[in-house]
Each structure stands twice: as structure tokens, then as C-alpha cells.
């Protein structure tokens, strides 16, 4: 959905939209990143920090009432005061019984132009989560989060069938004549197939300032083959996700089987210096 400069009309806006996706028959339904305001990263404003709101807040209590009223797993996207001056892009998630069932904080904050999250978000400190619903085991991260495959394969080991990636994510100001969007859905789309399991990518739409986001929402499954895709414009996307999918798929392809744990150190160095023989 596009944002307006109201938060108000946002929120109001997302319930609708939950409301019609639940009515079509949806089980599992997320909202994009920072869905109930536009997005402040594009400039440096201390103004911003007064979208942040302390959990739980009224915004995501409303919602989690609206899980449980639905009989819907939610996934909402929130900007989390933490402390004065402590702020992170965080996610709740409630269960189809309106339950809180946990909350992740997006761990990998992205810096460049119009896309200035640094100055807004503090790096997560909770670790990667996944989320037991009553509809399937969820993985959850926050946009610049799902370039990295090592944040899906963390997930996937962690028993996800679904990873969910609420995003906002558009043009870039410094190559006006450049999309990633094809780059965007290859690189999540291949986490999918690494770790055979569903990926849905949830992003908004919309002109804010001098940034245009692309939308191109979409569900993909653990062979990699799309089951919905989004456009440019505001939409619900319903799909299927046939879970047993995932047990077929990883016996075809045994990617997690054949890992070789031992020889992966240095990818917890930061450089890693070419072998001098």
C-alpha cells in the first residue's frame, strides 16, 4: 500500500486491507515495513524519532486485537522505542488467537543515499527469530536483512517454512536510470531454493519525496517458482503454500545434508586475506 503523511489514514488504511485479505481467505498475512508511515530515510530529521512508539504501543495492541478477531496470524511492522534516544525497526507477530508470540528487531541497517537508516535504527540485539502460528513455523526479518543469505539459512535451520520479508524498497537517487527489482526478487527468491522453503516479500508502493518504491510483492516456493506477484499499485495477494512442498523438495535436493559446517570459518571474519599458495 502507499503511505500517506498520516499515520492515522495508515493504520486505518492497513486494518482495511487485513480485513479484505482475511474475507478472502488468507491465514497468515503481513503488513510492509514501517507500513503506518512514510518513510523518514530519506532524510536526517530528529523529528523522525516521533514516529517511534514504546511496546506495546496502541498500534500493534490494535492489531493484535484484530488478529484474534480475524482468527489471522499478523505479522506488523513497527518502529520500536526502546529507550529515549534507542530506537530499532522491529516486527511483532501475533497468533491467530491474538496472542503475542514474539518480536524480532531488523539486525543489518543499511546506509546511502535516501536510504539513511542509520541515524534512525539501532542494529537488532535479538538474534534471529522464528515464530511457532497456529498456520506454520515463520521467519521474520526486515528488508536490507533479506539480501543476506546467511540470515535465511539461519531461519531455515531454525525450523521456518515460511520467511517473510516486510520491506521498503525502491529507486536508487544516485542511478535514477537503475531498478534492483529484478535483482530484489532473484536474490530473495534464491534464499528460497538454498533452503527449499516459501519466501514472501512485502513491499510497499508509491510516490514519498523523491522516492518512487516499485511494490512487486510476491510468494514464492522451495524450488523457487512464484505463486503470486505483486505490481506497482496498492493490492492484497492471496497464494498457497502447500508446506509439504518443503519435505519433498529438500529430499530431491539436500542442500542442508551435505553442508560443510567445518569449512565455513571465515565467514566470521570480516576480510579474509587471499591464500598465499
Not at 36 to 60: F, H, I, M, N
Not at 106 to 129: A, N, R, S, V, W
Not at 160 to 175: N, V
Request: glycine share 8%; charged share 25%.
Amino acid at each position: 500500500m502507499p503511505c500517506q503523511p498520516e499515520v492515522v489514514a495508515n493504520r486505518d488504511r492497513a486494518e482495511q486491507l487485513v480485513r479484505d485479505a482475511a474475507k478472502r481467505g488468507a491465514q497468515v498475512i503481513c503488513l510492509q515495513e514501517l507500513f503506518d508511515a512514510r518513510y523518514c530515510g530519506q532524510t536526517v530529521d530528529v523529528k523522525g524519532y516521533e514516529l517511534a512508539e514504546p511496546l506495546p504501543s496502541p498500534t500493534t495492541e490494535r492489531f493484535g486485537r484484530l488478529a484474534g478477531e480475524l482468527g489471522v496470524v499478523l505479522i506488523v511492522p513497527i518502529y520500536e522505542e526502546a529507550r529515549p534516544g534507542v530506537y530499532f525497526n522491529s516486527v511483532v507477530v501475533y497468533d491467530a488467537d491474538g496472542s503475542l508470540v514474539g518480536k524480532y528487531r531488523k539486525t543489518h541497517i543499511p546506509d546511502g543515499p535516501q536510504y539513511l537508516e542509520k541515524y534512525y535504527f539501532t542494529p537488532g540485539d535479538l538474534g534471529y527469530k522464528v515464530f511457532p502460528t497456529r498456520f506454520g513455523v515463520l521467519g521474520v526479518a526486515i528488508c536490507w536483512d533479506e539480501w543476506y543469505p546467511e540470515v535465511a539459512r539461519i531461519m531455515a535451520l531454525m525450523g521456518a517454512e515460511i520467511l517473510f520479508y516486510p520491506s521498503a524498497i525502491g529507486s536508487e537517487p544516485d542511478e535514477p536510470e537503475l531498478s534492483t527489482q529484478e535483482a530484489w526478487k532473484t536474490v530473495i527468491r534464491a534464499h528460497g531454493v538454498a533452503n527449499n522453503v516459501f519466501v514472501a516479500a512485502v513491499n510497499r508502493v508509491g510516490v514519498e519525496d523523491q522516492m518512487t518504491f516499485y511494490g512487486g510483492s510476491f510468494l514464492s516456493g522451495p524450488l523457487g517458482e512464484v505463486l503470486c506477484e505483486g505490481r506497482d499499485r496498492e493490492e492484497v495477494l492471496i497464494a498457497s503454500a502447500d508446506l509439504a512442498q518443503i519435505r519433498k523438495a529438500r529430499n530431491l535436493l539436500h542442500f542442508l545434508r551435505d553442508r560443510r559446517i567445518d569449512t565455513y570459518g571465515p565467514l566470521l571474519q570480516r576480510l579474509v586475506e587471499p591464500n598465499d599458495n
